[in-house]
């Protein structure tokens, strides 16, 4: 079972920008596609971006909150994989958590394997 944690989060000013990472242990990265999904006061788990175990053809969501704005990427000899945000909003304030799944949905939470505790950035002049 892979350990997952994050890192990276904390306040930032609207318009900044914060890199988040997602340290694997336990079992081959290699294996994983990892995604990023996030939680806000009230409101339900959001999918962020997911990417393969390759690294090519990152996903990412659908809806304007983020296209464009942030990217996901992985180092398998690190085990990590990152989130940059930029041009971050107020709205953008949410615990973030990385998660890990052999085979999966990418955008559908139920069919990860493995989630980390999550990372919480706030967004706030």
């Known amino acids: 079972q892979v350990h997952l944690v994050e890192s990276g989060g904390g306040l930032v000013q609207p318009g900044g920008s914060l890199r988040l990472s997602c340290q694997a242990s336990?079992?081959?990265?290699?294996?994983?596609?990892m995604g990023w999904f996030r939680q806000a006061p009230g409101k339900e788990r959001e999918f962020i971006a997911a990417i393969s175990w390759s690294g090519g053809m990152p996903d990412y969501a659908d809806s304007d909150s983020v296209k464009g704005r942030f990217t996901i990427s992985r180092d398998n000899g690190k085990n990590t994989v990152y989130l940059q945000m930029n041009a971050l909003k107020p709205d953008d304030t949410a615990v973030y958590y990385c998660a890990a799944c052999s085979i999966c949905t990418p955008f559908n939470p139920a069919e990860y394997d493995a989630w980390g505790k999550g990372t919480l950035v706030t967004v706030s002049s």
């Open positions: 336990g079992s081959l990265f290699s294996d994983y596609e």
